[in-house]
């Protein structure tokens, strides 16, 4: 992740609905803090005009908040890599930005270990009958016993 520095005094409280289309599903409250994290591959010291994350001077929209996030600079450490941003947060508005970001609060953030599988199976439905010919052809699966 990728650490910003959002350049608010204090954490903001930002009430927003549970699901947009459908109103009467309710409201939640997320907290947009300090400091923010983003993924990575969500930023870029080089812009690019076929590029929607955030870059230096760029501005993104910070999803499901109602805020633009301006990246004002770009903090390094001690071997010149990025370690972290300073940025700028304001309301959108009127203001659609180029691309809108997946974020979460450093402070209100909670550990995980999260496990990333392949697909487990060869076909949509586990449960079908196995394909007289394997994608691709070739000779079909050898039943098992």
């Given at each position: 992740?990728?650490?910003?520095?959002?350049?608010?005094?204090?954490?903001m409280?930002?009430?927003?609905?549970?699901?947009?289309?459908?109103?009467s599903?309710?409201?939640?409250?997320?907290?947009?803090?300090?400091?923010?994290?983003?993924s990575?591959?969500?930023?870029?010291?080089?812009?690019?005009?076929?590029?929607y994350?955030?870059a230096?001077?760029?501005?993104?929209?910070?999803?499901?908040?109602?805020?633009?996030?301006?990246?004002?600079?770009?903090?390094?450490?001690?071997?010149?890599?990025?370690?972290?941003?300073?940025?700028?947060?304001r309301?959108?508005?009127?203001?659609?930005?180029?691309?809108?970001?997946?974020?979460?609060?450093?402070?209100?953030s909670?550990?995980?270990?999260?496990?990333?599988?392949?697909?487990?199976?060869?076909?949509?439905?586990?449960?079908?009958?196995?394909p007289?010919?394997?994608?691709?052809?070739?000779?079909?699966?050898?039943?098992?016993?």
């Amino acid at each position: 992740p990728v650490d910003i520095a959002a350049g608010l005094d204090k954490d903001m409280s930002i009430s927003v609905p549970n699901l947009p289309a459908d109103p009467s599903k309710g409201e939640r409250t997320i907290v947009l803090s300090k400091r923010i994290l983003i993924s990575s591959e969500d930023f870029r010291e080089e812009d690019h005009p076929d590029y929607y994350g955030l870059a230096p001077g760029k501005e993104v929209g910070l999803l499901g908040s109602g805020m633009i996030l301006k990246c004002t600079g770009v903090r390094r450490d001690a071997a010149g890599k990025v370690s972290g941003l300073e940025g700028a947060v304001r309301p959108r508005g009127a203001d659609k930005p180029k691309g809108s970001l997946q974020w979460i609060s450093e402070a209100h953030s909670v550990q995980a270990q999260v496990r990333l599988y392949s697909p487990l199976f060869l076909c949509e439905n586990p449960n079908s009958p196995p394909p007289t010919k394997p994608p691709g052809g070739g000779a079909p699966p050898a039943p098992t016993p």
